[in-house]
């Protein structure tokens, strides 16, 4: 099993930037790919961003290419979700997630309790 923890969500205005962090525990060589997901209020979850944990390759949804940027540290099996030039449409709560397969934006078993991030306008 593995356990995932989430940080850094917060209240911003319109323009900033937040960095959130999610730390892995447990059975982390299981993991292949580690991504990020958001829930908007009335809404359902929708992919955000993914990495491979081995290679470092990465994969963003459209609405935030260019203004994302997913990242880990292996060492500290940490992955992390730098957030720029966040829009109000950017408020949810973040979903941190785990993956034994392949799928960039599907498929994960492992998740975390999610982190509220709020932009105002």
Same mark, same amino acid.
Not at 83 to 93: F, H, I, W, Y
């Given at each position: 099993?593995?356990?995932?923890?989430?940080?850094?969500?917060?209240?911003?205005?319109?323009?900033?930037?937040?960095?959130?962090?999610?730390?892995?525990?447990?059975? !982390? /060589?299981?993991?292949?790919?580690?991504?990020?997901?958001?829930?908007?209020?009335?809404?359902? @979850?929708?992919?955000?961003?993914?990495?491979?944990?081995?290679? $470092?390759?990465?994969? +963003?949804?459209?609405?935030?290419? $260019? @203004?994302?940027?997913?990242? @880990?540290?292996?060492?500290?099996?940490?992955?992390?979700?730098?957030?720029?030039?966040?829009?109000?449409?950017?408020?949810?709560? +973040?979903?941190?997630?785990?993956?034994?397969?392949?799928?960039?934006?599907?498929?994960?078993? +492992?998740?975390?309790? $999610?982190?509220?991030? !709020?932009?105002? /306008?």
């Amino acid at each position: 099993q593995v356990h995932l923890v989430e940080s850094g969500g917060g209240l911003v205005q319109a323009g900033g930037s937040l960095r959130l962090s999610c730390a892995a525990s447990g059975r !982390t /060589s299981s993991i292949y790919n580690m991504g990020w997901f958001r829930q908007a209020p009335g809404k359902e @979850r929708e992919f955000v961003a993914a990495i491979r944990w081995g290679s $470092g390759s990465t994969y +963003y949804a459209d609405s935030v290419k $260019g @203004r994302f940027t997913i990242s @880990r540290d292996n060492a500290k099996n940490t992955e992390y979700l730098q957030m720029n030039s966040l829009k109000p449409e950017d408020t949810a709560v +973040y979903y941190c997630a785990g993956s034994r397969g392949g799928a960039w934006s599907s498929g994960y078993q +492992y998740w975390g309790q $999610g982190t509220q991030v !709020t932009v105002s /306008s």
